[in-house]
């Protein structure tokens, strides 16, 4: 899902408004009582939660257990007020100059359901007569991040997890959770595991990582989470929110790790093979076309080219092909401007018929697990003379490509003038 569309997502705030009232006797002179040397200040504390419609569910802060302090302009604690509840209505303060100080009860720390506010007041002065009101706002100071699984992840994966990290800690939002998670203003790494359920009935996990660099205090994060079926991609992207600005920070399948362990059989497939080229030589022209057709990014290093039980080529370079891409090995530079890999004069294509494969290393390179292959000398296959023989779109399936029947001549002129669609979705056969 490569434009994630921008949701109407909520931020809030606290607007605390302390009403500071400073009254005093005429003067200090008037009589013995030292209360004539103070002023006196009542607070009236109004709270509105500011919410968008989508997120009207969310209940009012409450704010009892709020701490209030007074300090001095050279920010000594005049007076603290452990329950903004437990506050007097009248206040003895002296003139000079102040500012006020709230926060929430809780640690900004990380955790479920652990929004932390905190605001401070403008510096004032209070002299002998004034009534003034203070405005004070709470800003919720730690950064808000919500996970939110998509349909394509819901309804085929078996399981699926994502890990928001920072230096702080973690939190782990499950298959079920739905509740915000709460970090401090500070880098933010994402990994989310996703398992699906092969056909053989065993399963098979990859992930999705992402990170938020530079989070902002007062905001809330969106992971939305997507994974095609159909070709396998996978994407993570990060809707902000916030007054000023809005980003959209997008993570696609690039982002997504190699899961490590052998290929399984079928999760790679030959789709697409020239072995006798009419517009160069053989030796330049030949190559072949693997698809991977698994929901997982993998890494072909170490991955063994054989002819029939014949090892060939070991891949040596770590060349990673996503989830639904097609990608073209060759024996020569010219064979195609489509080529990303050269396996050389190690490995060639036999013009009357062969068995490619492609299996695991394993301990040596000759015992690895099989991942495919192609008989395309066997019954049904076409000839292929200046034309590659192409494996129906419908047929992209490990035993499904093993029969001649569901193979095909390509049909579309590519790069050196012969037939073939390197690097890209098949022709259609009619089967």
Same mark, same amino acid.
């Given at each position: 899902?490569?434009?994630?569309?921008?949701?109407?997502?909520?931020?809030? %705030?606290?607007?605390? +408004?302390?009403?500071?009232?400073? =009254?005093?006797?005429?003067?200090?002179?008037?009589?013995?009582?030292?209360?004539?040397?103070?002023?006196?200040?009542?607070?009236?504390?109004?709270? $509105?939660? #500011?919410?968008?419609?989508?997120?009207? #569910?969310?209940?009012?802060?409450?704010?009892?257990?709020? #701490?209030?302090?007074?300090?001095?302009? *050279?920010?000594?604690? &005049? =007076?603290?007020?452990?329950?903004? %509840?437990?506050?007097? /209505?009248?206040?003895?303060? $002296?003139?000079?100059?102040?500012?006020?100080?709230?926060?929430?009860?809780?640690?900004?720390?990380?955790?479920?359901?652990?929004?932390?506010?905190?605001?401070?007041?403008?510096?004032?002065?209070?002299?002998?007569? *004034?009534?003034?009101?203070?405005?004070?706002? %709470?800003?919720?100071?730690?950064?808000?991040?919500?996970?939110?699984?998509?349909? !394509?992840?819901?309804?085929?994966?078996?399981?699926?997890?994502?890990?928001?990290?920072?230096? !702080?800690?973690?939190?782990?939002?499950?298959?079920?959770?739905?509740?915000?998670?709460?970090?401090?203003?500070?880098?933010?790494?994402?990994?989310?595991?996703?398992?699906?359920?092969? %056909?053989?009935?065993?399963?098979?996990?990859?992930?999705?990582?992402? !990170?938020?660099?530079?989070?902002?205090? =007062?905001?809330?994060?969106?992971?939305?989470? *997507?994974?095609?079926?159909?070709?396998?991609?996978?994407?993570?992207?990060?809707?902000?929110? $916030?007054?000023?600005?809005?980003?959209?920070?997008?993570?696609? $399948?690039? !982002?997504?790790?190699?899961?490590?362990?052998?290929?399984?059989?079928?999760?790679?497939?030959?789709?697409?093979?020239?072995?006798?080229?009419?517009?160069?030589?053989?030796?330049?022209?030949?190559?072949?076309?693997? &698809?991977?057709?698994? /929901?997982?990014?993998?890494?072909?290093? =170490?991955?063994?080219?054989?002819?029939?039980?014949?090892?060939?080529?070991?891949?040596?370079?770590?060349?990673?092909?996503?989830?639904?891409?097609?990608?073209?090995?060759?024996?020569?530079?010219?064979?195609?401007?489509?080529?990303?890999?050269?396996?050389?004069?190690?490995?060639?294509?036999?013009?009357?018929?062969?068995?490619?494969?492609?299996?695991?290393?394993?301990?040596?390179?000759?015992?690895?697990?099989?991942? +495919?292959?192609?008989?395309?000398?066997?019954?049904?296959?076409?000839?292929?003379?200046?034309?590659?023989?192409? /494996?129906?779109?419908?047929?992209?399936?490990?035993?499904?490509?093993?029969?001649?029947?569901?193979? +095909?001549?390509?049909?579309?002129?590519? *790069?050196?003038?012969?037939?073939?669609?390197?690097?890209?979705?098949?022709?259609? +056969?009619?089967?």
């Amino acid at each position: 899902m490569k434009n994630q569309q921008i949701r109407n997502l909520e931020r809030y %705030a606290i607007v605390v +408004c302390l009403s500071i009232f400073v =009254q005093s006797c005429d003067s200090p002179l008037d009589g013995p009582d030292a209360s004539d040397l103070y002023g006196s200040i009542s607070v009236d504390l109004n709270v $509105e939660l #500011k919410i968008s419609e989508s997120n009207a #569910k969310i209940s009012e802060v409450p704010t009892d257990d709020f #701490k209030v302090e007074i300090r001095t302009a *050279d920010d000594l604690i &005049y =007076q603290t007020y452990d329950r903004l %509840a437990d506050m007097p /209505l009248t206040i003895p303060l $002296e003139p000079g100059n102040y500012y006020i100080r709230v926060q929430s009860p809780n640690e900004n720390t990380v955790g479920f359901e652990n929004p932390f506010y905190e605001g401070v007041s403008d510096l004032f002065s209070l002299n002998y007569g *004034d009534e003034k009101v203070i405005p004070v706002t %709470a800003f919720m100071s730690n950064c808000m991040v919500s996970v939110v699984y998509l349909s !394509s992840i819901t309804d085929f994966y078996i399981d699926y997890s994502t890990s928001v990290s920072s230096v !702080s800690g973690n939190l782990l939002f499950g298959k079920e959770e739905i509740r915000p998670g709460y970090f401090p203003a500070e880098p933010l790494e994402i990994v989310a595991t996703l398992t699906f359920l092969n %056909a053989d009935g065993t399963s098979t996990s990859k992930l999705i990582t992402g !990170s938020i660099p530079s989070p902002q205090p =007062q905001t809330h994060y969106q992971v939305n989470l *997507d994974a095609g079926m159909v070709t396998g991609t996978g994407s993570l992207s990060v809707t902000v929110d $916030e007054t000023l600005f809005s980003e959209v920070i997008h993570l696609t $399948e690039e !982002s997504m790790i190699p899961v490590e362990g052998p290929i399984l059989q079928g999760d790679l497939l030959i789709t697409e093979i020239m072995y006798n080229p009419g517009a160069i030589t053989d030796t330049e022209g030949e190559w072949f076309e693997i &698809y991977n057709a698994s /929901l997982q990014s993998i890494d072909l290093f =170490q991955v063994v080219i054989k002819k029939g039980a014949e090892v060939q080529h070991v891949i040596n370079e770590h060349i990673v092909i996503n989830p639904g891409e097609h990608f073209v090995l060759a024996r020569n530079i010219n064979a195609t401007v489509q080529a990303g890999y050269l396996y050389g004069s190690s490995f060639s294509l036999t013009n009357t018929g062969d068995e490619i494969g492609l299996a695991n290393y394993g301990d040596d390179g000759i015992n690895g697990s099989e991942i +495919c292959y192609v008989n395309y000398g066997s019954t049904g296959f076409p000839d292929g003379n200046g034309a590659s023989l192409n /494996l129906d779109p419908g047929a992209y399936d490990v035993e499904m490509a093993k029969s001649g029947t569901n193979w +095909c001549l390509s049909t579309a002129i590519f *790069d050196t003038g012969d037939l073939g669609t390197p690097g890209s979705m098949n022709d259609s +056969c009619v089967l």
